[in-house]
């Protein structure tokens, strides 16, 4: 059964920066796939944060973070990556990874379709 463990969260005042790390364990990796951060504040649906097709390298960033957080995977480590620069205390939420064994060459951020869940961590953006 895959696992996958996220680490990395904390407190940063505006316009800091954090790496959010999630170890994959268990997982069958194929030419399908595919991972994804989501995130969650108090009060508000999850939403997609970005995406990652692993096989070709595709990368699909929600509007709001697009040009300052970066998705990216370790194959030697099995770990997905989330770079967070130019925080803002809209970006405080709880981040979760998510795998999945399809793609989508475009936006791949349906929440729906991923199949593996970490437990979250938190990140508060705050002066």
């Known amino acids: 059964q895959a696992q996958l463990v996220e680490s990395g969260g904390g407190s940063v005042q505006p316009g800091g920066s954090l790496r959010l790390s999630c170890a994959i364990s268990?997982?069958?990796?194929?030419?399908?796939?595919?991972m994804g951060w989501f995130r969650q504040a108090p009060g508000e649906e999850r939403e997609g944060v970005a995406y990652?097709?692993?096989?070709?390298?595709?990368?699909y960033y929600n509007s709001p973070v697009n040009g300052r957080f970066t998705i990216s995977h370790d194959n030697a480590k099995n770990t997905l990556y989330l770079q967070m620069n130019k925080l803002k205390p809209e970006d405080t939420a709880m981040y979760y990874c998510?795998?999945?064994?399809?793609?989508?060459?475009?936006?791949?951020?349906?929440?729906?379709?991923?199949?593996?869940w970490g437990q979250g961590s938190q990140v508060t953006v705050s002066s």
């Open positions: 998510a795998a999945m064994d399809q793609y989508y060459r475009t936006c791949g951020l349906f929440e729906g379709a991923y199949r593996y």
């Open positions: 268990g997982y069958t990796y194929t030419g399908s796939s595919s």
């Open positions: 990652l097709y692993l096989r070709d390298n595709i990368t």
